[in-house]
Each structure stands twice: as C-alpha cells, then as structure tokens.
C-alpha cells in the first residue's frame, strides 16, 4: 500500500470535507480490480476528513498491482465540492512506494480530459521563508604528518631470586583439663497458703420510683393546601405550541426545480450505478447496505422466495405478516446525487407513492408509481437536475422497496428522523377509503404530522374496527399490545366509534375503559388525545351523539384529553371543558369534504380535518 496526501486551502472549517477514493478504468467509469496475492476484490471506496489545516491522506493500493477486467486502472479523489455544487475529482496512478507521495505529483489525465483543468492546488503545504547564511572561509589544507619512529625492542627481564626457607613453628602450649562441677542444693518446700477470707454480703438495692402517666397526645394541626401541580416532565419530550412548526412552511410545496421521473419496467440500473439495498436484501459485486432511516413502520422483513428476497415490507401493523400486513411508510436518506433511481415491486394501480426534498413535498398527493405489469420489478428514476447535498423521503403506499441506486461520483448518508414518534390506532378515517387517494398515506393523518412537526408517523388505522368491532382484523383492544405499545410512541391519537356507535353503550365504555388502562400502564409517558365519535352529516344518529358522549366519559376518567366531532368541544385531563370550536361537518360543508358513499372524506375532507384536529391538539398542549 501506498501512502496519498492532499492539502485542502483556504477553507473555514476542512474536516467538514470528505476525501474519497475509488477505483475507475481510464474512461473514468467505476472499476472492479484483484490483486494476485490477495483474496478478494478492489473497488473503494475509501474515505478520509482533513485535519484542521486540510491536511489528509489515504492508504491505497499501487495501480500496478492491480489487473482490471476493463484494463489498466486510475484512482478518483474526490476532494469535497466547488461551489457550483460539482465534485472536485483529480485521477491518479499510485506508484509502488514506502514514502508518501503527494496527490500533484500523481495525478493524470484521463483520455480527453487536460491535465491542467482542474480546480486544486496541490501543494505540500506552504513553508515559512529562509534566512540567508553568511559565507563560510576557506578551510587550510593540513600538512603531511611526519613519519612516526621505530620503536626499540624491550630487554630481556632479570632472574627472580630464590625465597629463603620458612623457619620451624614452635609447640603450642597444652590446655589444662576442667575442674568438676559441684552438686546443685536442694529447694525448699513451699509453705502452706492461707484461708480466703468470707465475702461480704450485697446491700439490698433501693426501690424504684414508680412511671409517672403519659400525658395526652396534642390533636394534630389541619393539612396545609395542596401546593400547584409540578411540571409535567421534560420539555425536550412533550409538545409545546411554541415548539410546533409554521402551518404555512410545515405542508407546502417543495419550491426547488420540478424534478424529471419516469419509470421502467426493469431491475437493470444504468450502468456504473451502485446499489443500496435494503437491510436484509443478499449483497453482490459492488452492492452496499443502504443508511436508510425508515418511518411510520417496524419489523421488516424480505419476502421467503424470490422475487420477494429483493424487496423489503414492515410487519409491524396487523395481521403482522408480508404482504399482508401494513402498506404505508417512509424511507429518508441523505444524497448528492443529482439522479437516483428506486427498485420497486409493482402490485396494482394502488402502488403508489410521495417524494418529499429537503422536508418539502413534490407533489400535495400520493402518485402513481407509473408500473405496468403486477408482480414485475421497475425502476423509478428521479432526476433533480443539479447534483447537491439534499434530505429525500419517499412515503409507500403498497410498493415493496427493493433499494436506491446512485452514480459512482454520489454518496449516501443516514438522516435523523425528527418530532419524535407520532401514531393514530384508528379504522378507515384514518387508514383510508376509496374517497381519497393513496389510502392511509394520504389521509388526514399524514398531513397532522407535518404539522405537527413528527416525520416517524405511524399510520396503525383498520379500516371496519373499532372498540367492540374486529370488522375484517381485529378490535382496538386486541391490537393494542402488538401494534402500539410494542412501538413506544411518544404522541398517540386514538379515533374510534363510528363502527360501534350501533352496539351497547356499556360495551363500549368497558372496552374503551379496558384500552385506555393498557395505554396508560404500556406508555405512561407516551401524550394521549382521544378523538370521539365521526360524524359524517351535519345531523348526526343519537347513536352517534352517544358513542361521542362515552368516549368523552371514559377519556376523563383515564386522564386523557378528548376532543369531540360532534360538537367541536375540546377537554383537558379532568374532562374540564377547554373550547368549542363547532361541529367538524355541517350540512353546509358535507358536500365538499364527504365522498359518494356519504361516509369517508374526499381528500378535501382530509386536508379540513387534518387542520381541525391539530388546532384542537393545540389547545390541551402547555404554552
């Protein structure tokens, strides 16, 4: 491997910069290469940010040990962007070498492109001026050493004389023998010891003084008054009105250039084009695993045989299974490419779907996705016209997601969803009708979400169900564990009523009793409101009138705010009385927001009522 260095001036801040590297063909086209001693391929892409003085580096592979189906090899570096929003790209030949080398003096020209257009300097950093070094003098030569004499031989060493004999040692003197020693004396006895004297007697202790009576206890003083309520919680996790976003920004209309679409009936991407799969989906060639952020949905899952193994659905709605289960949800991801194409599976004119940019929608409803033959893969291509840093969403409705592709020069990058996580367990009013287009991703609730600044909106209606009514699914109660509490919402709407408004009134409060305790113990901090009964005439049954008027009772009676259709009446926690702010439909407004079957909004009707309800939220929301 070889070392690249680049230095980026004049820049503010250069770690914002990315630095990447990626392997091309000399028609500057993405590039697969083997090196012959290595397992595996070479394809970049690698990625750097400068230091604080824009200096970077890369540790890269020398072309020469690289062999390329498509010939000899170059590497792109990409060096952030010019201020026209097009990559700044330098091509290189990496030599084979231990010291780092600087990217100017590798860098090439591709067949047809001059050497000398590019944009960057490429410098090794500018270095500070030399001071001048005085002359030096002129060293003298040394003379010739002399030659050394010869030294004389040593002479020879005299003759050690003889050592005199040692003198004889004198006799020791002997050692007189030990005396004995004498017997030990006798001990004496020991004299007997005398009596213990007797121990005196114990004096009799005094008697103990007698407990005087406990005196009365004093009555305990009156209660003090109740302090005022403490703060609700942290700020940073409930709504606030002053939080919420502008109505007038939050659902407007993206205001960038209308974007070029068009779909083909093909899973064949335009060549060079790299594939970010969903998570799941099998990798292959130069696929990479997509930083997607999905909303408004869970638990995804591929399908168990082909062609559903490249597509993706969430089960996280009932009845919790692929295909069959929930069909409305989002995908938010970061690019700077200018065109990008989605792989989806077409499943009939109801596959449709919404592109959003940078927080704006494209279109105000969902669209068709233009496929052609159900069960077929297709390719929507989405061309921006200009290649710059954007946030893009797409909301599905019945569309399985096969992943995003993007040119070689483009990156991705994973986006945070925002407001935290929005939800509505609702029936058709919510989920859709064949009143309104796109179904649940185009109801009123979609729309309420945007306003209220959430963009993970979870769309958890059923269409035919409600309190005490499974319909063709299930009841609100039977769905509540797996379908809400299981997804930690932090805000909730709970619509329900109309389906049952013709059974027993106590049947419905007991089962709005029952869920509204499973909320309360599932998600105790989770901001609850409870939208009564639907009233689609300006006259509405005393059915109807009743089911709104139990919904409302047991509402208080679990702590939740509650606002009714019928009149319009917005409740705080207690059931207090906040606003009325009159019937939602009248029989002056029905015609323009109900459909044909007297029943669903149009999607008028949802744009109306994503307006009233938010404007009802409002008022149980603190300043």
Known sequence: MTVVRGKLLDLPDPSRVRVTAVLVDLAGERAVGYVADEQGEITGQDQVAPDGDGLWELDLTPNAQITADAGDTAWAITEGRALDGTPNVTYVVVPESDDPWWLGDVRIALPGTALSTGTIVYVPGPEGPQGETGPTGATGSTGAQGPAGATGAQGPAGAKGDTGDTGPAGPDGATGADGAQGPKGDQGDTGP?????????????????ATGPTGPTGATG??????????????????????????????????????????????????????????????????VTGPYAYAGAGNFAIGASSPDTNYTLPTSKYPNTYASGQGIWSVEFGTDAQTFQVRFKYISSSTNYRLSVDGRKVTDLMQSSGGTTAGSGHMLTVDLGSAAPRRIRLDFYTMPFGGVYLPPSATMWRVPLQGGRLMVLG????????????????????????????????????GGTGYITPGSYATFGDRVAADVVAWAPTRLAIWGGYNDNTGSQSAIGSAAASLFSAVKTGLPNCQVLVIGCWAPTGSPAGSIVNTDTTLRTQAAAAGFPFVSPVTGSVYDVTGALIVTQGAWITSGNAAGYIGGDSVHPTDAGHVYLSRRIVAAWREVLAP
């Open 193 to 209: 010891t005398g009596p213990q004297g007797l121990k005196g007697d114990t004096g009799d202790a005094g008697a103990t003084g």
């Open 222 to 287: 009156p209660t003090g008054a109740t302090g005022p309520k403490g703060d609700p919680g942290d700020p940073a996790t409930l709504w606030r009105r002053r939080d919420l976003p502008d109505p007038a920004l939050a659902d407007s209309l993206y205001t960038g250039s209308a974007p070029t679409i068009s779909t083909a009936q093909t899973t064949t991407p335009t060549t060079g084009y790299i594939k970010y799969a969903p998570p799941l989906v099998t990798l292959s060639g130069s696929d």
């Open 427 to 462: 029936d058709s009013i919510s989920d859709g009708s064949a009143q309104n287009t796109g179904a649940g991703a185009g109801t009123w609730f979609a729309r309420a979400a945007r306003l209220l600044g959430s963009t993970d909106a979870w769309e958890q209606g059923r």
